[in-house]
Each structure stands twice: as structure tokens, then as C-alpha cells.
């Protein structure tokens, strides 16, 4: 009923479910019960592929939140995936028991390596998958609120908050490639064995991480839609648009702020964690700044501050360097990231989906006025 | 080498005989008799004493003789037991006298060698070189003595300390003097404790060592004095340590001076931040090994002025680029200063993906000049030219920077219209054209600073993105208001880095940094000096 409510007035949204949800009926379907030798049998590998789409697409859609629709642009929404990524690392390392190189109980196979007596205090709990789920989500939101709470109360904004958001990620990058730090080194977490008890390679689990990750998708849509449909959506609008305005009519900026990244954290932080099982590993590589700068281009190509353009931007680049980056085109692939970076944001400021729409209200007069009152408005200051 | 150093001795120990000086009052000839009259017996632990009482017999030509020994050249009369040598000329001399023998006996034979007997001639050659006539051999066999402490030497140590005239070289023997005394335990007691003394002086790491290696029975008084000239020595090597580290701190800091100080330029002016900064800083390298390669096939006997052309020529192509990216991209991206940094950084992977593909992504060699390498030493400091020099260029920049600003047409545009474009605009300034100088200017100078960082790090594809977070950093730190941020950003960002790496390693020390910096921004958002006016909220 919530659902309806949110979707009334949003054809694109209703559109994107549909797609999403059937994505996560038929897509399984189509590797577990057509046989192989049928055209329209997924192999594993397509499979795998398509469940990582879907983890960028949330990844995309969460920083397409902040960005999108409260200006803040933040090139460190990768440390948040991937510590995501890394909680989930850390439950699957403990499932693998015994089954381990080493055949430790307790202890994962890198740290009997490193000649580790017993398992550091923050792996306690990780063997249990509700704990393991709750910090997928309380870690990276933790990180959000803290850092978000110190950078908004002090107004750092634009330029300065994207520098510090990349410091970010660059530092938790440089601790997760140490050894001592107890996460596996610039190895990281892999050879995963169990996800609740079903063994990780098996078909129907991996079809299954597909399902969620694309059921996932869809309630991360509905957040987010859930979050700007509301009243404090348009407060978010308007910090973007004109903040020092916003702040003069009253409202307290930095807390609705705090409160957006943070939800935009977790969102990424599941993305992260669903991530996780289905490319088999996660490694300190994942912080690199530059992942996270691609996170934005994701956003930028598919229409930032329109949902579901963020998601499809996702998909379309990362299809595109699925494509480029296997082949003889393979040394020109950065050429082509680079020139869309480029591209983009002179010709394609809206993105995708925003130009369509541009399209669509120019097509269609009747609603020509109505769409015209919501331009956004140019700041005065 | 050894063959050079031979012949220096042989020459040496000629002249010493040529002339008739007596080299040594010490000199024993009845060891040499001795020494040869074992070593033509050939067999080799009779050879090993005989080489050791040749060195102590402190005959002028002893040097020449154990050389001729290690190259084959020391022969026997194994019917007469007399022994002779062939001196580096073929001629053949008399063991005893050093006299040339007109008719050499027929059958002479070789002495037989043995590792035992070479590392034997070896020792006795350092000892022997003591007398060189080269003090630079002389300091070298001396520090050879210090390392293997050999008592052997011992008496021509104390013969060379006699002899010695020039200061430098004296304390050297002294100290291998020292060191040997030190280690002997038969040696009496005044002359270890002296010994002590004289390495207590010297405060180096090889007089530690040598002081670390007493038997834990030698007398107390003696293992008191050791023990407290052991803890002044590493007092003494801490206060140096702590000045290296400095002076690390100190030359890193113009590093990131250098790499940041095109940044905050445009930064002010534009409101850009160009994420390819680090491609210019790359170019600006790359220019440099296209110069030296060019150099090093053309004209190789000028390429300790390599440096010279690719200066400029850094600048030029880097600014040149760099105007090339504000008049085709950032000018379409004024006001939105988020998009212009995702532009940027588009450009830079374009960039570096073209020098990758050009160049090959593995590290280029550049060369450094002649007057650049080495180092020189101040007490317990070692300073490398290059990183000197470094300093200087950063210094020069920065002054040639801050004079452009204050005294030049374009410096008085570009404050104008970093305080307020549309009134610098109603003024006739051409703020277009200011912008695209502003930027390339910037570049420009990441050039230079691609010059100056091929001399000290690797030239790959990748060199500007190790240092394009630093120096974001910097200006974050620093602000944009004036060059002074940058100045101050760059040398405590450099100098926490280095004071921080000793206690809690590379990657730690710059994790704390990177945590304190974020910590910094609450206090001061816009850092240390902020641009003031009215137009810095919009």
C-alpha cells in the first residue's frame, strides 16, 4: 500500500521494479530450469555477471541520493561498499570451518599464516549471520554518520568534501593492506565456502544471491524513492540547490545531511555485501579512489537525481567495459572511460534518463507548464 | 682494481727503495729471512706464517712481495731454497735484496695457493697497504684493518701511526689502531682502555660494533668504560638519526610543495580542482626522459644539460596541454565546479592511458646529471645532491611564482579575478583568456615538477597519481587564499609524514596523517588561509 502510495506519480519507478523484480523471478529460472543446450539458458558466468550489475546498480542508486538530490559529492562511496563487502568477507571466512588450507577451527587461513594465536576482538561474532548482517549495515553506516556528523557541522562542502571523501577511502584503503590490521592483507578475504549453511558455487544459491540482490535493488529504490517523495526529500532538494538559503529559512542543514549519507552508507554497504559472495573475493583494491570516482561517472551517464537512472548508468558502463575490456579493444577501454567522463558532463549534464524526461515534457505541452514550475531554480547567490 | 692497486705499491715500495730513504725504523730483516726461508719450503701452513712474518718484517718491497704471491709471480729455486719474484714488468728480483737477477736459476716454480693462503696474502696486502703512498688507499686499507680487527697488523699499524703525516688519514689509523687493540685480549689494559677512548671519539657505527664485541669477561674497569662509551656513541647516533629524519621531513616537504603548488592557482581563480594534475606532473617527467634519450643518442657528451632543456620544455608542453584542457573542456563547465572535476578526471585517465600506450607501462630510466648524484656528508647527516637541488627548484619556483603574482599584468588579472570575476570582467579584464593562462600556468608548472621528480622517483604511467592525493591534501590544508598556504601545507605535511615514519611505519604514519587532515577540515574548512571577501560562499 506504502509502495503504491510512493509509486502514483512515478511512471519510471513503476517501470524499474517491474523490470527489477522480474529480473529476479526469471533470470534464476532461466539457469536452474532450462537446460543448457536451450539459447535462453544463463551459464554461471552470466549469472555472476549480471548479480554484480545489480550490486553496482544499488551502489549507484545510494550515491545518486546524495548526489543526485543533496549535492553532496562524494568520491568515497566505494569505502562503504566494500566495507560492506568486508563484513560479509568476514562471516564467510568463518563458515569455512575446518575446510580451511590450514584446517584451523576458529582461525581463518591468513592469520594461522601470519602465525596469529587467536582471532582478534572484531571477528567476534562474525560467525553468526544475523550479527554479520547487522554490521554490513552499522559499520559503513557507523563511518557515514561519524564522518558525516564532523564534515557537515562544519561546513565543509563541494570541492573540499569530495577531497576529504577521497582521503577517505585512499586511508582505509592503505590500513587494509596491512597485514596486522587482521583482514587479510592485500590478499583479502576469499575461498569462501558457505553462505547459510548452502555451499556458495552451488547453482541454486548462486540464482538465489541473484534474487536478493535484485529484491535488494528494488527496496533500496523504494527507500530512497520513500525518502525523496517526502517532505524532507525537498528539503534535500533545496539544500542542493541553494544551502546557505535552506539554513537562513531554518532548517538544520548538516542534520539532514547526516541523515541522507548515512542512509545512502548502508545502502551502499549492502551492495557491498551482496557483492561479496558472488565474485568469490574481497580485497583492499576495492577502496582504490579511482572505484569510487567510476561509481560517479555511473550516476552521471545514467541521470543523476532520477533513481533509476543511476542503476541503469550502472548497468550500461558496466556492460560497456564487460564488453571492452575482453578483446583487442582491451588498451582502449580507459580511453573510452576517460572520454565519457568527459563527454558526459558537457553534453549529457542530465544523464540518460534526465534527458529523456527533458524529451518527453517538451513532447508532451499539457504537462509543459507543469513540469516548467519544477525546473530547478537558479541559486541567487 | 687489485691489479692497479699492486702496481701502486710496487711503485711505492720501488721508490721507497730507489731512493734508499729506510721506509720504517722498525723494519726486522731477519723476519723477512725467515718468512722466505719458510715459504720456500711451499707447503701452505708454512707459507701462511711466512706471509705474515713478510708483512711484520716492514721490508720496503714486503708489499710487492705478497702481490707477486697472490698472482703467481713469487717462485722458488727448490734446489737452492732461495726464493725470487717477477715484478709487474717480467724482470726478476731477488726475494731477500730486492735486486734485479740478470740470470734468473732455470727452474723455478711457482708457490702453490690455497683459499687459506690467499685470504692470508689478502689481510697481510691491507695491512701492508698502510704504507701507500695514496692516502685515500691508505684511509681505505686502514677501515679494511677496523673491519677485521686482524692483531696481525698491529705492528704496522703502530709503524704507519709513526710515519703518518696528515691528520685525516693519522685519525683513520688511529681508530683501526683502536679497534684492534680493543680486540685483542692480551693486549695490556692502559692501551685498551686508550683504545676506548679513541673509539669513544669517533662515535661511528663500526666503533659500536667493535665496542659490542668485548667477551663478557674482560676486566670490569675496562667493561665500564665500554658500556658508557657505548651508550654516549648511540646517544650521539640518536641526535644524528634525529637530524636525518629532519632533514628528511625537510626535503619532503618542498616534494610536495613542488607537486602541489600548480594547484591552488586555478583553484582560486576557476574554482577548479584539476584531477589531472598528476597527469601534468607525469608529462613533465616524461618530457624529461624524451630529452635525455635524445640527448644520451645525439649528443652524449652534453647530457649534464639535459636538465637544462627539459625544464622549459616541461613547462611548455605540460602548459601547453594544459590551456588545450581549459579551452576545450573546463570552459564549457564553468560553475559547476563538480562536473569540472569529473572532467578533469577523465582527462586523466586519457592521459595516462596515451603515455601508457606510447611509453609501455613500466618504469622509464632517467638519468640523473653529474653534479646531481652523490651526497655529502655533515657529521653523522647524509644529504644526496639531488634531493638538495630539489629544495632549491621548489624554492625558486615558489619565489618565481609569488614575484609573478605581485609584479606582472597577468598576476594582477588573475587576483582580480579570483576576487571578483564580474567586476574584473566590467574592467575590460578578458577573464576568458586569464583563465586559460591561470590554467595553463598551473600545468606548466606540474611540468617542472615532473623534471624534478623523474630525479628522484620511478618514471612510470602511474607517478602522478602517487602523489595527486598529497597534494590535495596540501591544498586542503594550506587553503587557496595565497602561495603561503600551499608553502606551510606542503612543509608540515611533509614534515609530520617523516617524524611520524619512525615510530609507526610508512603506511600507519600517513593513515594518522590522512586522519588528522580530515580532523583539521572541522576546525578550518577552508584550511590554514582562507580566501576572505564575499564572493568565497557562492
Known amino acids: 500500500m506504502i509502495t503504491r502510495a510512493l509509486l502514483t506519480d512515478d511512471r519510471t519507478g513503476k517501470w524499474f521494479l517491474a523490470i527489477v523484480l522480474g529480473l529476479a523471478v526469471v533470470v534464476p529460472l532461466l539457469h536452474l530450469v532450462v537446460p543448457p543446450s536451450s539459447p535462453f539458458h544463463i551459464s554461471t558466468a552470466t549469472l555472476a555477471l549480471l548479480g554484480k550489475y545489480l550490486c553496482f546498480a544499488l551502489?549507484?542508486?545510494?550515491?545518486?541520493?546524495?548526489?543526485?538530490?543533496?549535492?553532496?559529492?562524494?568520491?568515497?562511496?566505494?569505502?562503504?561498499?566494500?566495507?560492506?563487502?568486508?563484513?560479509?568477507?568476514?562471516?564467510?571466512?568463518?563458515?569455512?570451518?575446518?575446510r580451511g588450507v590450514y584446517a584451523h577451527p576458529v582461525l581463518p587461513d591468513f592469520m594461522v599464516f601470519l602465525n596469529w594465536k587467536e582471532l582478534p576482538w572484531y571477528w567476534y561474532g562474525f560467525e553468526n549471520a544475523w550479527f554479520a548482517f547487522l554490521m554490513v549495515m552499522a559499520v559503513p553506516g557507523l563511518l557515514a554518520f561519524v564522518f558525516g556528523w564532523f564534515a557537515?557541522?562544519?561546513?565543509?562542502?563541494?570541492?573540499?568534501?569530495?577531497?576529504?571523501?577521497?582521503?577517505?577511502?585512499?586511508?582505509?584503503?592503505?590500513?587494509?593492506?596491512?597485514?596486522?590490521?587482521?583482514?587479510?592483507?592485500?590478499?583479502g578475504l576469499t575461498d569462501f565456502k558457505d553462505i547459510l549453511g548452502f555451499p556458495v558455487q552451488a547453482n541454486a544459491t548462486r540464482a538465489a544471491l541473484f534474487a536478493a540482490s535484485a529484491v535488494a535493488l528494488a527496496l533500496g529504490y523504494l527507500v530512497a524513492r520513500a525518502i525523496v517523495a517526502s517532505r524532507l526529500g525537498k528539503v534535500l532538494?533545496?539544500?542542493?540547490?541553494?544551502?546557505?538559503?535552506?539554513?537562513?529559512?531554518?532548517?538544520?542543514?548538516?542534520?539532514?545531511?547526516?541523515?541522507?549519507?548515512?542512509v545512502s552508507a548502508i545502502m551502499a554497504g549492502i551492495a557491498g555485501a551482496l557483492y561479496v559472495p558472488q565474485v568469490g573475493i574481497i580485497n583492499p583494491s576495492e577502496f582504490t579512489p579511482a572505484n569510487s570516482i567510476e561509481v560517479v561517472i555511473w550516476v552521471a551517464v545514467g541521470g543523476r537525481g532520477t533513481l533509476a537512472g543511476a542503476a541503469l548508468g550502472a548497468v550500461l558502463v558496466n556492460f560497456a567495459k564487460t564488453t571492452f575490456t575482453t578483446g583487442f579493444l582491451a588498451p582502449y577501454w580507459l580511453f573510452m572511460l576517460g572520454a565519457l567522463f568527459?563527454?558526459?558532463?558537457?553534453?549529457?549534464?542530465?544523464?540518460?534518463?534526465?534527458?529523456?524526461?527533458?524529451?518527453?515534457?517538451?513532447?508532451?505541452?499539457?504537462?509543459?507548464?507543469?513540469?516548467?514550475?519544477?525546473?530547478?531554480?537558479?541559486?541567487?547567490? | 682494481m687489485g691489479r692497479l692497486i699492486r702496481l701502486l705499491l710496487l711503485m711505492g715500495s720501488l721508490l721507497a727503495a730507489g731512493t734508499g730513504v729506510p721506509q720504517q725504523a722498525a723494519a726486522a730483516p731477519e723476519d723477512l729471512a725467515a718468512g722466505l726461508a719458510l715459504i720456500a719450503k711451499d707447503s701452505f701452513n708454512d707459507t701462511i706464517t711466512g706471509i705474515d712474518a713478510i708483512a711484520r718484517s716492514g721490508a720496503p718491497h714486503s708489499a710487492a712481495l705478497v702481490g707477486a704471491l697472490q698472482d703467481r709471480r713469487l717462485l722458488i729455486d727448490t734446489a737452492n731454497q732461495k726464493v725470487f719474484y717477477r715484478d709487474a714488468t717480467g724482470t726478476v728480483r731477488d726475494a731477500q735484496s730486492n735486486d734485479v737477477v740478470a740470470t734468473p736459476p732455470a727452474n723455478l716454480t711457482a708457490v702453490r695457493l690455497n683459499n687459506r693462503v690467499r685470504s692470508a696474502a689478502s689481510a697481510a696486502l691491507g695491512a701492508l697497504s698502510l704504507m701507500n703512498p695514496d692516502p685515500a688507499r691508505r684511509i681505505q686499507s686502514a677501515q679494511a684493518?677496523?673491519?677485521?680487527?686482524?692483531?696481525?697488523?698491529?705492528?704496522?699499524?703502530?709503524?704507519?701511526?709513526?710515519?703518518?703525516?696528515?691528520?685525516?688519514?693519522?685519525?683513520?689509523?688511529?681508530?683501526?689502531?683502536?679497534?684492534?687493540?680493543?680486540?685483542?685480549?692480551?693486549?695490556?689494559?692502559?692501551?685498551?682502555?686508550?683504545?676506548?677512548?679513541?673509539?669513544?671519539?669517533?662515535?661511528?657505527?663500526?666503533?659500536?660494533?667493535?665496542?659490542?664485541?668485548?667477551?663478557?669477561?674482560?676486566?670490569?674497569?675496562?667493561?665500564?668504560?665500554?658500556?658508557?662509551?657505548?651508550?654516549?656513541?648511540?646517544?650521539?647516533?640518536?641526535?644524528?638519526?634525529?637530524?636525518?629524519n629532519i632533514w628528511y621531513g625537510i626535503s619532503l616537504g618542498p616534494v610536495l610543495l613542488i607537486a602541489a603548488i600548480g594547484l591552488p592557482i586555478p583553484f582560486g581563480v576557476i574554482g577548479v580542482i584539476n584531477m589531472a594534475h598528476g597527469e601534468m606532473v607525469m608529462l613533465g617527467a616524461y618530457t624529461t626522459f624524451v630529452v635525455q634519450e635524445f640527448f644520451r643518442t645525439s649528443a652524449p657528451g652534453l647530457f649534464d644539460y639535459s636538465l637544462a632543456v627539459a625544464i622549459p620544455l616541461a613547462f611548455l608542453v605540460a602548459g601547453g596541454i594544459g590551456v588545450g584542457i581549459e579551452r576545450g573542456v573546463i570552459r564549457h563547465l564553468y560553475g559547476r565546479p563538480l562536473e569540472t572535476l569529473l572532467a578533469t578526471w577523465g582527462i586523466s585517465l586519457i592521459l595516462q592511458q596515451a603515455v601508457r600506450t606510447t611509453f609501455g607501462p613500466t618504469n622509464r630510466e632517467v638519468g640523473t646529471p653529474q653534479f646531481m648524484s652523490g651526497a655529502m656528508e655533515i657529521g653523522g647527516l647524509v644529504i644526496t645532491w639531488n634531493r638538495l637541488y630539489i629544495v632549491i627548484f621548489a624554492g625558486l619556483i615558489f619565489v618565481g611564482l609569488l614575484l609573478a603574482l605581485r609584479y606582472t599584468p597577468l598576476g594582477l588579472h588573475m587576483r582580480a579575478v579570483t576576487q571578483n570575476r564580474r567586476m574584473a570582467s566590467s574592467m575590460g579584464i578578458r577573464t576568458g583568456r586569464v583563465d586559460a593562462l591561470t590554467f595553463g600556468l598551473g600545468s606548466g608548472i606540474a611540468g617542472l615538477a615532473g623534471v624534478a621528480l623523474s630525479q628522484i622517483d620511478n618514471v612510470s604511467p602511474n607517478l602522478g597519481q602517487s602523489y595527486i592525493i598529497d597534494s590535495f591534501l596540501v591544498v586542503v590544508f594550506g587553503g587557496v587564499g595565497n602561495l603561503w598556504g600551499t608553502l606551510v601545507?606542503?612543509?608540515s605535511i611533509g614534515m609530520a609524514n617523516k617524524l611520524l615514519e619512525p615510530y609507526a611505519g610508512a603506511v600507519l604514519g600517513k593513515i594518522i596523517l590522512l586522519v588528522a587532515i580530515i580532523f583539521f577540515i572541522q576546525k578550518r574548512p577552508r584550511g590554514l588561509f582562507a580566501l576572505k571577501g564575499r564572493a568565497v560562499e557562492a
Open chain 1, 59 to 98: 551502489l549507484a542508486l545510494s550515491l545518486d541520493l546524495v548526489w543526485g538530490y543533496c549535492g553532496i559529492l562524494s568520491l568515497g562511496h566505494g569505502a562503504f561498499f566494500a566495507l560492506g563487502g568486508y563484513a560479509m568477507g568476514m562471516y564467510l571466512m568463518r563458515q569455512i570451518g575446518t
Open chain 1, 152 to 187: 557537515f557541522r562544519s561546513r565543509v562542502t563541494g570541492v573540499y568534501l569530495s577531497i576529504i571523501t577521497q582521503a577517505l577511502t585512499y586511508a582505509l584503503m592503505l590500513a587494509f593492506f596491512r597485514n596486522d590490521m587482521g583482514f587479510g592483507g592485500n590478499n
Open chain 1, 237 to 262: 532538494v533545496s539544500i542542493r540547490d541553494a544551502e546557505s538559503r535552506t539554513r537562513f529559512l531554518g532548517y538544520r542543514v548538516e542534520h539532514y545531511k547526516t541523515f541522507v549519507f548515512t
Open chain 1, 342 to 381: 568527459v563527454l558526459v558532463t558537457i553534453w549529457l549534464p542530465k544523464g540518460i534518463l534526465g534527458t529523456l524526461y527533458d524529451f518527453w515534457a517538451r513532447r508532451r505541452p499539457a504537462e509543459k507548464s507543469a513540469a516548467k514550475s519544477e525546473t530547478v531554480p537558479q541559486p541567487a547567490e
Open chain 2, 145 to 244: 684493518v677496523m673491519k677485521s680487527r686482524d692483531p696481525a697488523a698491529l705492528p704496522v699499524l703502530e709503524a704507519a701511526i709513526a710515519a703518518e703525516k696528515l691528520p685525516n688519514v693519522r685519525k683513520e689509523l688511529q681508530l683501526a689502531w683502536a679497534a684492534v687493540t680493543f680486540s685483542k685480549s692480551d693486549a695490556p689494559l692502559d692501551k685498551r682502555q686508550e683504545a676506548v677512548t679513541l673509539l669513544r671519539d669517533a662515535g661511528t657505527r663500526d666503533a659500536v660494533s667493535v665496542l659490542r664485541s668485548l667477551p663478557a669477561d674482560a676486566a670490569a674497569p675496562l667493561r665500564e668504560a665500554t658500556t658508557s662509551a657505548i651508550t654516549s656513541i648511540e646517544q650521539r647516533l640518536a641526535l644524528w638519526g634525529y637530524a636525518q
Open chain 2, 489 to 491: 601545507g606542503a612543509l
